[in-house]
């Protein structure tokens, strides 16, 4: 799978880094688009804007989805006028952002964003830090510095996100080859690769994300920096990094997305408590962790809901034990010292990954439930049925035991509880007793009759 995605093909006519001044247009007859495909909201965008003598297109994803006959989720709009000038046209406007500035048109629940043409930043553009701004490293702190529409096609990070459909004439612009990637199913970033990346290290978790999705292969140049630039991503806000995690793992080829960031070695900065659990057991935590995804994969296929807080449950668990382990050699009790140990780990992921509070807190129930799961006398089994976090503790049981883990069949015997009737759990319940009396039978006193108290079978809770 992987050699398919990490492939090269010969780069189209000009080389790697040739730089269109006029673009390809591709005429309505030339073309499998229709306007009738688009958000209706964001052509109407896009033909008042042009109404007003501004340039307007559709651009970026939902023209390259269209072209590939998927469904876009968003509808983007590129135009040369300003964000104040777009804010003046439209009365459901707002303006959002500093780093990079949009605008945002509401019509109900659909929200259209709106770009103005960007450029490439010059030493000039550099001395005013409200238009442009870059860290040591090379990567935008800071971008308005705005362009022509043959500027905007060169910012653009990926050739395929660089077609600008004209819903009025019905054409498309095409500055950077992009529909010849799109035929050849090649992902191709425009310009230097390494002085790309290093402007937005987040376009190396893109390009994974792009190539997994789509199904298209990276080309030789656009993936070969990725490796050495990887650490540049701990410089990325955690909380930019949250966003972009989700986008990787739950856009239905998650599975895939994993493999790609551990060979491009990108897992790491995003997962350093779990990179470490990778090369100690790598057997188990690649299987925890693939098959995790691939049940994820599965649920967004068939249109069911996924909750990010099982899925960073299981990306950070095979870190979990060993921590656990080693605060019990120094001492700590077991429950408390795992405990310790998933505040700790959450706190540290934390620092890489913004995990919101509404996600952390499911997570810690979710690890709970493991070690609650396996104490089933009296009334705690049923207790723990009624337990709003039973499934998902229960789902991740399973989940550990196809990845190799010993429990002494745990996962069997719930699957059975929950399908048994009320006579049938109690003799479960009861069998569960016996068992632990006769394992524990060797290790028992006889007593003398005299000391021996009457009822003395009675269940311990």
Known sequence: MLKKLFQSFRPPLGGQHHRRTTPEVINQNQHSLQRSQFSRHAVSIVERLQSAGYQAYLVGGCVRDLLLGITPKDFDVATSATPEQVRAEFRNARIIGRRFKLVHIHFGRDIIEVATFRAHHSEEDQGDSHRSSHNASGRILRDNVYGTLEDDAQRRDFTINALYYDPVNERILDYANGLHDIRNRLLRLIGDPTHRYQ????????????????????????????????????????ARLFEEVLKLFLSGQGAIAFEMLVDLELFEPLFPASAQALDERPTYTHTLISQALSNTDLRVEQGKPVTPAFLFAALLWPALPARSLFLQSQGVPPIPALNEAAHDLIAEQCQRIAIPKRFTLPIREIWDMQERLPRRSGKRADMLLDNPRFRAGYDFLLLRESAGEATDDLGQWWTDYQEANDSERRDMIRELGSRDDSAAAPRKRKRSPSKRKSGGDGASD
Request: glycine letters at 2%.
């Open 199 to 238: 402007e937005d290290p987040v376009r190396m978790l893109r390009a994974v994300r792009f190539a997994a999705k789509l199904d298209f292969g990276i080309e030789k140049h656009t993936v070969q920096p990725i490796r050495q630039l990887s650490k540049l991503l701990r410089e990325i806000p955690p």
